[in-house]
């Protein structure tokens, strides 16, 4: 089947304005098929906010919007 990128987890992210953001975590899953037959494996994850901006992981809970770069905070408690 090959690999494929999933949304996998959604959550809430605001500035330091009070401006909030809908932040999607999407994972890429590698196939790592075998003799007894395919299975995915997850790998890279990605964020980026409902608009499509890229976002960095910062730490729990911290993120940075690539452009403009703006500081984003969370205590959503799905955000990574």
């Not at 809430?12 to 999407?26: K, L, N, S, V, W």
């Not at 098929?33 to 994850?45: M, N």
């Amino acid at each position: 089947m090959g690999d494929y990128i999933k949304r996998t987890k959604s959550f809430t992210a605001t500035d330091p304005a009070g401006a909030e953001y809908t932040i999607h975590e999407f994972t890429k899953f590698i196939d790592v098929g075998t003799r007894d037959g395919a299975h995915h494996e997850p790998g890279f994850k990605s964020l980026q906010t409902s608009r499509g901006q890229a976002v960095n992981y910062v730490s729990k809970g911290r993120y940075k919007l690539v452009f403009p770069e703006i500081e984003l905070t969370s205590d959503d408690p799905d955000a990574p």
